[in-house]
């Protein structure tokens, strides 16, 4: 396992930020709340691929810290979704990066503030 720091500082408001490149299965993502100037309660994170622009975990009006492990669905060789029963629930499984960065975009995070985002990747070694 190997853990990357993003910062992202806004300006008006809005912020992007990058990791650097990984590879890897994303295990977790943490936002730890800064001390000092935190974003503004209510702020939006929308975390992505940055090269094929893939859903990795949007979160909408954050007030504290939090740690989430985000999945995405499956689907079968054939390209259909993968249930767990006929009309079930979703199989989800660990979203993969390969030497691709992590694009952090905030949105309502007030002027001037800061967060931290942690990046958790289990990259096979």
Same mark, same amino acid.
């Given at each position: 396992m +190997? ?6 500082? &806004?300006? &008006?408001?809005?912020?992007t930020? @990058?990791?650097?490149y990984l590879s !890897? @299965? ?5 936002y730890?709340?800064? !001390? *000092?100037?935190?974003? /503004? ?6 975390i992505?691929?940055? $090269? &094929?622009g893939?859903s990795? #975990?949007?979160l909408?009006d954050?007030?504290a810290s %939090?740690?989430?492990r985000?999945r995405? /669905?499956?689907h *079968?060789v $054939? !390209? %259909?979704a /993968?249930?767990? $029963?006929?009309?079930? &629930?979703a199989v989800?499984?660990?979203? /993969? #990066?390969s +030497?691709? +960065?992590?694009?952090?975009a905030?949105?309502?995070? !007030?002027?001037?503030?800061s967060?931290?985002?942690i ?5 096979? +070694?």
């Open positions: +190997r853990k990357f720091e993003v910062t992202a500082v &806004t300006g &008006t408001a809005t912020a930020a @990058y990791s650097p !890897g @299965y994303i295990e977790s993502i943490e730890v709340k800064d !001390g *000092s100037i935190p974003y /503004a309660d209510g702020v939006d994170f929308t992505t691929s940055e $090269a &094929t893939e990795i #975990l949007a909408t954050q007030n %939090v740690v989430k985000p995405a /669905a499956t *079968s $054939a !390209g %259909v /993968a249930v767990y $029963a006929s009309g079930g &629930t989800n499984d660990r979203i /993969a #990066l +030497r691709d +960065r992590v694009k952090v905030i949105a309502q995070g !007030g002027n001037g503030k967060g931290k985002f990046i958790t990747v289990d990259d096979g +070694r």
